[in-house]
């Protein structure tokens, strides 16, 4: 095992940061990182807003729920779906190009190129002893965080990264068991299959949740995800997206 493997497999998420800002050095390399992942036929269709001036973090945190991590971190990092560019540079040739960025390909492609960037950032943030989360928050009020960080039409919001120094590290949850998210040439076409990984699974997190808590949880990840998929969340995002100028065919 190599230590790119051990950095991997080492990952949790960090939401308690020392007041130590990343240096300039830092961001930089964690930016040029992000760049190197693989993007759809060169597209590079996302952009990363970088967040240290204080006001702007609290705002930030009160919207994405009142997360303190995101307000005290060494650095926040905004991934953003970016088509913008393109259609400058579609200008620039004196070309149209909105029927194509309007489709859900398009969206696709810029949704999955930021989050491959994302990734090789919060890897190489982990490469150097930092810790990082992501916050999924931010989409709570998308319009509010595009208007705070001025996005214009075919950038959107997608997720938040906080990095910083670790001033406590958390267990570390243990995942879905290889078998239950690998299958060999098909998907199994049988569903007792999967509900015999699951129920392997929830006793696994249910002893999690209870030694971590000395008996005073025993969550079944079963239960937990009916629970948080019973209801819908963020139903706005759809009429959001589109009046970005997304997802319209």
């Known amino acids: 095992m190599n230590e790119t493997i051990e950095t991997l497999l ?3 998420s960090i939401r308690k940061f020392k ?8 961001v930089t390399l964690i ?11 060169f597209i590079q269709a996302y952009s990363i807003i970088g967040v240290e001036n204080k006001e702007t973090k609290v705002t930030l945190a009160r919207l994405a729920g009142n997360q303190p991590y995101v307000e005290k971190n060494g650095h926040f990092f905004v991934f953003c779906a970016d088509l913008h560019r393109h259609t400058v540079a579609a200008k620039m040739e004196k070309a149209d190009i909105t029927p194509a960025i309007e489709t859900t390909e398009k969206f696709m492609v810029a949704v999955i190129d930021a989050s491959l960037a994302a990734q090789n950032a919060a890897i190489a943030a982990e490469s150097m002893g930092l810790g990082m989360c992501y916050i999924g928050g931010l989409r709570n009020e998308s319009e509010e ?4 960080l001025q996005l214009p039409d075919n950038v959107i919001p997608l997720f938040g990264m906080a990095v910083g120094v670790p001033d406590s590290v958390t267990d570390q949850k243990p995942r879905l068991p290889v078998n239950q998210i690998y299958y060999k040439e ?9 509900e015999k990984g699951l129920e392997s699974y929830n006793q696994i997190i249910s002893s999690y949740y209870s030694d971590r808590t000395k008996g005073e949880r025993n969550d079944r990840w079963t239960d937990q995800m009916t629970q ?3 209801t819908p969340r963020r139903i706005h995002m759809k009429d959001f997206v589109q009046q970005k100028g997304f997802m319209k065919s």
């Open 145 to 148: 965080v595009s208007a705070l």
């Open 10 to 12: 080492n990952h949790r």
């Open 31 to 41: 930016v040029q990182a992000a760049q190197m992942a693989s993007t759809s036929s």
């Open 19 to 26: 007041e130590q800002a990343l240096s300039e050095q830092q």
């Open 228 to 230: 948080m998929l019973g």
């Open 186 to 194: 098909t998907y199994p076409s049988e569903q007792k299959t999967i």
